[in-house]
């Protein structure tokens, strides 16, 4: 009992945390950069991998009830069908100024989207780490995605839905 409720504390505490640290970004540096194309350009999934990710995406929209079609439409907008992708969000913030007073900027990660469904570390790490699920586990990180289609709907894809809601 005392475990379940020390881990309760520590999730409420990384979340809270989590959205405090959030808040005062979007506060100070209202610059942001969101984009659902991964940074770097890797082929499909070669064909041995292939079968792995098929039997996972089906495995995992049985179990929690999403639409199979669903999930795979999501993933090659979002990771280009690359269980692996990783994404950097980058946001500019003031550094100075140049001889004429000109602002000058520079760029920062300040989060990361992983796997097929490019699950964001920012907002979702600590929760996947509650649930005992690692987000730079692609498998992992498919089934976190996966279910929050299935508890959320497809809130959490609404900046890429021109591309798989057709």
């Known amino acids: 009992m005392k475990s379940i409720i020390?881990?309760?504390?520590?999730?409420?505490?990384?979340?809270?945390?989590?959205?405090?640290?959030?808040y005062q970004a979007?506060?100070?540096?209202?610059?942001?950069?969101?984009?659902?194309?991964?940074?770097?350009?890797?082929?499909?999934?070669?064909?041995?991998?292939?079968?792995?990710?098929d039997s996972e995406i089906k495995r995992l929209s049985k179990k929690y009830e999403v639409d199979e079609n669903l999930v795979r439409e999501i993933g090659k907008c979002e990771s280009e069908l690359y269980p692996e992708a990783v994404h950097e969000n980058k946001r500019q913030r003031m550094v100075g100024y140049d001889e004429n007073k000109e602002p000058i900027y520079e760029s920062y990660v300040w989060s990361r989207d992983f796997g097929f469904l490019q699950?964001?570390?920012?907002?979702?790490?600590?929760?996947?780490?509650?649930?005992?699920?690692?987000?730079?586990?692609?498998?992992?990180?498919?089934?976190?995605?996966?279910?929050?289609?299935?508890?959320?709907?497809?809130?959490?894809?609404?900046?890429?839905?021109?591309?798989?809601?057709?």
Request: glycine share 4%; hydrophobic share 40%.
């Open 6 to 22: 020390c881990l309760s504390i520590v999730f409420i505490t990384a979340v809270l945390s989590a959205k405090i640290i959030q």
């Open 26 to 53: 979007e506060r100070e540096y209202p610059t942001a950069s969101y984009s659902f194309v991964p940074v770097h350009k890797t082929p499909v999934v070669q064909p041995e991998n292939q079968e792995s990710l």
């Open 119 to 166: 699950v964001n570390d920012f907002y979702h790490e600590a929760d996947m780490y509650a649930i005992g699920l690692d987000i730079h586990n692609w498998k992992e990180s498919l089934e976190y995605g996966v279910l929050l289609l299935s508890r959320d709907g497809t809130r959490h894809w609404e900046a890429s839905q021109f591309c798989w809601g057709n």
